[in-house]
């Protein structure tokens, strides 16, 4: 990966677009960092027109009253404009807030908006990356307004206003001085001599801000990588889960060893480009220097031939030092802003990311009477070459209770993801009520299913957010779910009840829950959601016998005239279940209720010994 | 314990030298022209006036500019190259040798430092201190020069002032003095703040990550956690605006103070300097020398004061750090070596107790119990009975409140930590691989100390063999992409069969697992209990599951109930006491023997 070259007209292109963005977050901002670079270019200048004034005031023996008027105008404007300052740093402050948090959400969104599939394939999650690093990389995009742009605005607007000083530098005066030196210095176009000076000086620039840039990207790609092993790193040192295996196996010399390592191949590459750097800019500071030399040596003649006065003098030199440093400044922020905009359009990227799921405009499903029908389907992971399903013909109708059972990555969890929709069938369809799945609102896909899967997530937010998944939960109704799970006198003890946060993560203190516990939460999260389809993936794994027991008694209470799914390793939950389904190698090998499965000699009867014979043992 | 701020200051340099012996130079070389640019920058504008007042000839003023522009080009050079090329080492002495000295406490001090939550807290803190550039060690490094360098600046320009317009000095210095007593309240508001505003930050770092995290992505589109999650976002950016604007408020009055300040500077000063010119006291030389020193000394103030601030601020983050590295541990204690225990080993408890720091009660109360030399005993019991707790006991990860641990009858207090942990093999029911190589996994060393025929004997036992041979780079093959492209990841019931291959590669004395069978299919987990009786031939070990069925492998059946063992024995002597365990053995059983009752009928 490398620097795009963006050419100036596609900078400005991309630059207005970021602006449109930003406004879009907060015009208040937009507004109060412009007036800021106003404001802050012109200060200095104040400060040099009236200098120049209160010098040749002193110079022409003017009364002190006289130029104290310079000096009150002086302080008076200094002083509104530097309050202004004061308040408008205050309000960019505030409205900045927002912007950076809006960035993030932007991200969030679109992650929420795409397609389970697309989420999931590393090529995404790498842009994820850069586009992270693209919003905050660098200072994110405070310091694109407030650095970059402001930078460059400032620079115009004190381009100008030097511009404007400068004027009288150039006017020819009148004097008796006719050596060929002063008529030289007299004339208009002695300004050749100073624009030869900026001319140097931006060309130098304009070198140095070249070559730093391919160096940053390259570096920026290099961090980026940094970043993600640092934060690895951190994570593991941090989270005392692994501090457990990591003592018993003795893997603290391993484990620093590749710290070490990781440490010192990053430092290399950045110890060279912090020296890169610094020739770098000595290049630039000599561009600065031979300007100012060649502006020491033109006005300084000028005054020694009486063209100017000791208070233009100091003016003069004065503002020609903040134009050299205004163009070079523009040089600067101008390539940070193509950096800038590189880094800006992996986030842009990733926004623009489309979702290639379909809905259909069915809005209304029979809930009572669901059937379910896998028609012909196969099923290939992304950048996988074995089918994960193949052939998949299977019908569940309303309320019944299916168990899906087989070997490990035999299919099982596939099947329920392509059923939910988290991932699109190869070929085939899914049928409900014998319209395909496909042609559903999204409103309706939503609110078919409630499932756990084996890896379910839990979030150290309260429990009755949990269980509600959202923040205006029914208390009542959460706490009935509790009860149905067994979890809730355990909740009832707890110091805030059903608002207790659970995990240690937040800021305030969560509480630790057992593997057991969350499973039991999540199973009321699932019956929280009410849907008609229940799909429940290895729900009792984590659980004690007793609490194993519990859920088996109330399944039927838990599911009620619901359709379930139930995929489990306890061969003994398949009891429950109307139908089982065997999976091998992707596809249905065995069908039929747990009574003639048993009595086959095929892999059902085979799993179900396997477990049973530790039981039966007497 | 607290340590000075100069304590401070010394221990992150020492190291930082340490590392990089030429910093010294850098910061020597900064130092100094650091505080010869400004004076140049001055001394130019009056050499110029100088010049003019006094008609040098244009030869001369000639040669001085192009001095003087040489000599601060030289002088910029150098100060931009020092200041970049000690930032830089600052960077990395945070990020390679105080990172890695934490991580190094982080995996060797006593895991109930870690597991607490009050140490937690501690923890937390320290990673702030070398989490990033703008806070704790690193701020430390980059502030101490710079106190030191806006500090003799003020001095020098302070001496300037005295000796030509001492009055103009009292003020400034009488005005320093309202200034800093009024930008203090906001300071101190913001340090109480600080808290407030990482807690803040924290809270919206978590919530994105969750919402990027594809792990999360099922739970989050099919319980539509959208809607929370962006609701969310909303309250975290409002609370933290909230935080901002009372912060920025007080920021804001200290700024407003500033300015007049300036303004109050300005008018006396002005007043001061254009009656001395006038009156013939200074020449105009001097007063525009003046007037460029009355600026800088502001410039010199402005800097110390918010040098020494974040000083202060670094100071506190860096006293944190400290702390938490600092907390006693056994690490390194010397002890009796574990060379001359014979195998298999016992296990003995005595009137142990636990309870855990943030609980009222204890968990276990009294337990005595002893495993015989060679015995593979049962652990059984609900959740939070306490099993996994006598297991972490028996690791030396905690230490019983009251009561010995014995192995061959000797107190495990008296052996060496890192020696006693070597006797134990564990398999955890949350294990999970570090995203390294599953070579680094299985032999947990460095890869020059490998043993590879007992290393592909475990892949081989644990039933990995073919998946290991499977894959392109084989058992160099990276678990999870994080360090490589070519990583793989692997499902719930491999991982739990490479934990079980490391634990075969350790081959040790005493082997524990803890729910070995959970993410396994039938057919897997019947393999892994023929196995078991084979891979515990020689061992003593401790079994815990919530399969009943497992525990027909074990010679005796320990069961447990809050905190207490309420029954032991072999399984059939517990079947025939019609207890507890009679009871949920039956719960699990029912479910397998009324299909088999259905069959006979």
């Known amino acids: 990966m490398s620097v795009k070259k963006i050419s100036l007209k596609e900078n400005i292109k991309k630059t207005i677009h970021v602006i449109k963005v930003i406004s879009g977050v907060s015009k208040k901002y937009i507004f109060v960092f412009i007036f800021q670079s106003i404001l802050s270019s012109l200060f200095p200048y104040i400060a040099i027109f009236f200098t120049y004034l209160i010098i040749d005031g002193v110079v022409n023996t003017l009364p002190k009253a006289d130029i104290m008027i310079y000096v009150y105008w002086l302080i008076a404007i200094s002083l509104f404009i530097g309050i202004v300052r004061n308040m408008l740093s205050y309000l960019n402050q505030v409205y900045s807030v927002e912007l950076n948090y809006n960035l993030d959400s932007k991200i969030a969104s679109k992650t929420f908006e795409l397609d389970y599939a697309i989420v999931e394939d590393n090529n995404t999650m790498k842009l994820l990356e850069m586009a992270e690093e693209g919003c905050h990389g660098n200072g994110g995009l405070k310091a694109y307004c407030e650095y970059v742009l402001s930078g460059i605005l400032t620079s115009i607007f004190s381009i100008i206003y030097g511009g404007v000083l400068l004027v009288g530098l150039f006017l020819v005066k009148d004097t008796n001085d006719t050596s060929f030196m002063a008529r030289i210095l007299n004339s208009p176009f002695s300004i050749v001599i100073l624009l030869i000076g900026l001319i140097i000086s931006f060309l130098v620039s304009r070198y140095v801000m070249k070559k730093n840039n391919e160096k940053s990207f390259e570096v920026m790609m290099f961090n980026i990588d940094g970043n993600r092993k640092y934060a690895y790193f951190n994570q593991i040192c941090n989270n005392y889960k692994f501090g457990k295996d990591i003592r018993l196996f003795h893997m603290q010399d391993m484990f620093l060893n590749r710290m070490k390592e990781f440490r010192e191949n990053v430092e290399i590459p950045w110890r060279e480009y912090s020296i890169y750097n610094t020739k770098m800019m000595a290049i630039s500071i000599l561009g600065n220097k031979a300007l100012s030399f060649i502006a020491y040596i033109y006005v300084g003649l000028k005054a020694m031939y009486g063209l100017i006065s000791v208070g233009n003098v100091v003016a003069y030199v004065a503002s020609i030092a903040l134009v050299s440093q205004a163009v070079n400044m523009i040089m600067e922020r101008y390539s940070k802003l193509h950096l800038f905009n590189n880094y800006l359009d992996h986030y842009f990227t990733y926004l623009n990311l489309k979702s290639k799921k379909e809905y259909g405009t069915v809005d209304t499903i029979d809930l009572e009477n669901l059937s379910i029908t896998f028609k012909n389907i196969s099923f290939k992971y992304p950048n996988q070459k074995e089918y994960a399903l193949k052939h998949i013909n299977l019908e569940i109708k309303s309320g019944a209770k299916l168990a899906i059972v087989g070997l490990n990555g035999a299919g099982k969890t596939t099947l329920i993801k392509l059923l939910c929709r988290l991932y699109e069938p190869s070929e085939g369809e899914i049928l409900l009520n014998d319209i395909s799945l496909k042609s559903y609102t999204k409103d309706v896909c939503d609110n078919l299913f409630s499932v756990v899967f084996q890896d379910f997530k839990l979030f150290s937010y309260s429990i009755k957010d949990n269980v509600s998944s959202g923040l205006d939960g029914d208390s009542d109704k959460v706490i009935e779910t509790l009860k149905k799970t067994g979890l809730y006198e355990r909740v009832h003890n707890m110091p805030k009840q059903i608002d207790t946060v659970i995990y240690q993560r937040s800021k305030e203190n969560g509480v630790e829950i057992s593997g057991g516990e969350a499973q039991k939460l999540a199973i009321s999260r699932a019956l929280y959601k009410d849907s008609p389809i229940v799909i429940l993936d290895e729900p009792t794994a984590a659980l004690d016998p007793k609490s194993e027991s519990e859920i088996y008694e109330h399944f039927s209470a838990l599911v009620d005239k619901k359709t379930a799914i139930f995929i489990s390793h306890r061969m003994s939950s398949c009891k429950f279940c109307d139908e089982i389904i065997v999976i091998d190698n992707g596809e249905i090998v065995e069908q039929g209720h747990h009574n003639i499965l048993v009595k086959d000699a095929g892999l059902y009867s085979q799993m179900w010994s396997a477990q049973a014979k530790y039981y039966l043992e007497s | ?601």
């Open chain 2, 1 to 601: 314990m607290k340590h000075s701020l100069i304590s401070n200051i010394n221990y992150v340099y020492k190291e930082s030298i340490k590392k990089y012996p030429r910093v010294k130079w850098f910061l020597l070389i900064n130092f100094f022209t650091e505080i010869l640019v400004p004076l140049s920058a001055i001394f130019t504008t009056t050499l110029l006036v100088y010049s003019f007042t006094h008609d040098v000839d244009i030869p001369i003023y000639i040669v001085l500019i192009l001095g003087l522009s040489v000599l601060t080009y030289v002088l910029e050079s150098l100060r931009f190259w020092s200041y970049l090329r000690y930032s830089f080492e600052n960077t990395f002495t945070r990020n390679s040798t105080f990172l890695i000295r934490l991580a190094e406490h982080q995996v060797t001090t006593d895991y109930i430092n870690i597991e607490a939550s009050d140490r937690r807290k501690v923890i937390t803190k320290a990673f702030e201190a070398i989490e990033t550039t703008y806070r704790g060690i690193e701020m430390l490094l980059k502030q101490t020069p710079l106190v030191c360098i806006n500090l003799v600046g003020l001095l020098i320009f302070s001496v300037l002032l005295a000796i030509y317009v001492p009055f103009i000095l009292l003020i400034l210095v009488v005005m320093t003095l309202i200034n800093y007593f009024l930008t203090k309240r906001a300071n101190n508001y913001l340090a109480n703040m600080k808290s407030r505003l990482n807690d803040e930050f924290y809270e919206m770092y978590y919530l994105s990550k969750d919402s990027t995290n594809p792990n999360y992505g099922k739970d989050i589109r099919l319980y539509g956690l959208q809607k929370w999650f962006d609701e969310l976002f909303v309250k975290l950016t409002k609370n933290r605006r909230n935080v901002v604007k009372k912060i920025e408020k007080r920021f804001m009055s200290a700024n407003v103070s500033n300015t007049i300040f300036l303004f109050v500077r300005d008018l006396i000063g002005y007043s001061v300097l254009l009656g001395l010119v006038i009156n013939q006291k200074i020449d105009l030389t001097t007063f525009i020398f003046l007037t460029g020193i009355i600026a800088g000394f502001s410039m010199w103030l402005n800097g110390f004061t918010s040098s020494f601030n974040y000083l202060r601020s670094s100071n506190v983050c860096v006293n944190d750090y400290r702390k938490c590295i600092s907390v006693d541990s056994e690490y390194n204690k010397e002890g009796t070596s574990t060379k001359y225990l014979t195998y298999p080993l016992t296990v003995e408890f005595k009137n142990v107790t636990f309870s855990y720091p943030e609980s009222a009660q204890p968990t276990i109360e009294n337990l005595s119990f002893t495993i015989q030399s060679g015995e593979k005993i049962a652990l059984v019991g609900d959740n939070g009975a306490g099993k996994t707790t006598i297991i972490k006991l028996l690791c030396g990860l905690y230490k019983p409140e009251a009561g010995t641990i014995h192995i061959n009858g000797v107190d495990i207090n008296k052996f060496n930590i890192q020696d006693y942990m070597s006797l134990l093999s564990v398999v955890f029911q949350d294990s999970e691989p570090l995203s390294l190589t599953i070579e680094n996994i299985i032999s947990c060393c460095k890869p020059e100390d490998v043993d590879y025929d007992k290393m592909w004997k475990s892949i081989t036992e644990a039933g990995l063999k073919d998946k290991v041979m499977s894959l392109e780079l084989k058992e160099k093959t990276f678990i999870t992409q994080m360090f490589d492209e070519s990583g793989v990841r692997l499902s719930g019931g491999e991982i739990q069969k490479l934990m079980l291959a490391r634990s075969l590669y350790k081959n040790a004395k005493l082997l524990i697992l803890d729910e070995p069978t959970a993410a396994l299919d039938p057919i897997a987990e019947e393999q892994l209990y023929i196995k078991y009786k084979q891979l515990v031939k020689d061992c003593t070990s401790i079994f815990i599951s919530h399969r009943l069925s497992s525990t027909k492998f074990c010679d005796r059946i320990l069961f447990l109930d809050k905190g207490k063992i309420t029954e032991q024995g072999t399984h059939q002597e517990l079947m025939r006491s019609n207890k507890q365990y009679y009871e949920i053995f039956n719960l699990q059983a029912k479910y397998y023997k009324e299909g088999d009752e259905c069959e006979k009928n």
